[in-house]
């Protein structure tokens, strides 16, 4: 039960599909340890984008384990090890989880523009409820303050690509056909940039998917954001943001992360002011109906299970 939740958490997002993850399944409990050797040091020296993409793998993890009907309880000690789940007793699979769990696999990346259909409001909301349901919030983004956004989007992106270590970085992780089973492979990759209205990062590559057509005019812009900034608050908000990227995958939705704003440190306050200074915040997500009249975006490449998952005794 713990090594098929553990199994079902290699398909959680990370930051350019880096899965900087390891599990320990013991008899008694699962614990989950970050790989350093698979950070962007360059990108993510503090470490917010692993964290935050080792929470997400814990919440597959949960997932997993509701919809097989186990109460757990989990520690965060984001140390050595990162958490602990422990199963408690065996009870009524959650209908919720069972639904999710579909999405696991499903769930991905969309970089193309969106539809010209935008998410329907009660949907948004329970966007906004599954992030405070897993500890953190969600702010929807006023058209103004969209504006904005986008201006401290490309500032990021300047700074970011003036980086040579960075952009050095960025280039072990991104194109080709990743064999190996990790980072963004060329058939996730639009061929062109998408016309969107907050750009998207700027990977130095291009891949072999068409960009769609239109100018992403209906998509939804939101940030979340959380009242701590201590490693654990990180953790939290990578398990929000999966929540929120189950929901999106389940109502039909796609979403895309921007973690450049946040990765810089000027445009992280700037964002913050935005908020109104209200909370620290940890991502950017552009939410919208994928467009489905051209080809869609791949899922990207796996870690083989022997590597991210050990079993002991």
Known sequence: MLAQAAGAARYAPSVHNTQPWRWVVYPDRLELFAVTERQLRFQDPDQHMLLMSCGAALHHARVALDADGWAHEVERPAAEPLAIIRPLERRTADPAAVRLLDQLSRRHTDRRTMSDEPVDVKVLDAFTAA????????????????????????????????????????????????????????????????????????????????????????????????????????????????????????????????????????????????????????????????????????????????QVVEIRD
């Not at 992780?173 to 940039?193: N, Y």
């Not at 954001?225 to 796609?254: C, I, K, M």
């Not at 964002?271 to 489905?292: E, F, K, N, S």
Request: charged fraction near 20%.
């Open 131 to 306: 992030a405070a349901q897993a500890g953190a919030d969600l702010c929807l983004l006023s058209r103004d303050q969209v504006i904005e956004l986008a201006v401290l989007v490309e500032q990021a992106q300047k700074a970011e690509t003036s980086d040579d270590l960075l952009q050095a970085e960025t280039s072990t992780w991104v194109g080709g056909d990743r064999a190996d089973g990790t980072g963004i492979p060329d058939a996730s990759l639009p061929a062109e940039p998408a016309q969107t209205t907050v750009a998207g990062r700027d990977f130095g590559v291009t891949g072999t998917l068409p960009a769609g057509a239109g100018h992403d005019s209906a998509v939804t812009y939101a940030v979340l954001y959380g009242s701590g900034d201590e490693p654990a608050d990180w953790l939290r908000a990578g398990e929000a943001l999966n929540a929120v990227w189950l929901a999106a995958t389940e109502h039909g939705a796609a979403l895309t992360p921007l973690s450049g704003p946040v990765e810089v440190g000027f445009t992280r306050q700037r964002l913050g002011h935005m908020l109104g200074g209200v909370g620290t915040p940890y991502l950017v997500m552009r939410l919208g109906i994928a467009d489905t009249t051209g080809p869609a975006a791949e899922p990207t490449p796996r870690l083989p299970i022997e």
